[in-house]
């Protein structure tokens, strides 16, 4: 995941690393997401600081256009717009196989649902942000300022399911707002892919929310430390 829907400007093309790959994204003359490497063919300028005109992505060193069409030296990138989050496809990182479009998880639906995305860094593996939101108790432990009451009711193998699927974690949990006063809820968590985390509210206030974590590997800083994108 490179960042939301939202972030794609008309004018400017929506730039990041992902595994030390810089790529940009942009929509042509007709709306469509288009997306490539995020250096010019030409003399190698940053595509993240041109212009977009028309659909058009000018390099702003020499005024090379490129539409999204293969060019001399720069190959389009498989890339997706699924109405809230923009990805990009890189067959180069990771080792699943790739697939024709991301795996994307259920939704409320979009007419009457409230949306919002949020972006992070930091100085981790993709491994350790799917570690982390699928560790139900830690919750407890590190955020007892906002979580309190935690009980893990079903844990991943622990129960068959009609679709076959018991790979989950379901939790009963109350989200503190303030002092004693606390929001019961019935969580589940599930992985869809290899680091991609869902929660889904199954019960309480809120039934049918969904919160995504998706993790994207950045490549390492200048010391070498592994660095990730969380989105949200």
Known sequence: VLGASTDVRPARP???AVEGVEVVVWRDARGRLVGGPGACPHLGAPLADSPVRCGTLVCHWHG???DGAPFAGWEPLPVHDDGVLVWVRLDAVGDEPPTPEPLVPGRPPRPTALTSVW???GTCE???VVANRLDPWHGAWFHPYSFVDLTVVEAPGESAHPDGDGDRFLVDVSFRLTGRLVVPVRAEFTAPGPRTVV???TGGEGTGSVVESHATPLGPDPNG???TAVVE
């Open 119 to 121: 972006r992070g860094v």
């Open 126 to 128: 993709p491994e350790d």
């Open 14 to 16: 929506l730039s990041g």
């Open 199 to 201: 929660m889904r509210i």
């Open 225 to 227: 430390r592994p660095r």
């Open 64 to 66: 090379l256009a490129l």
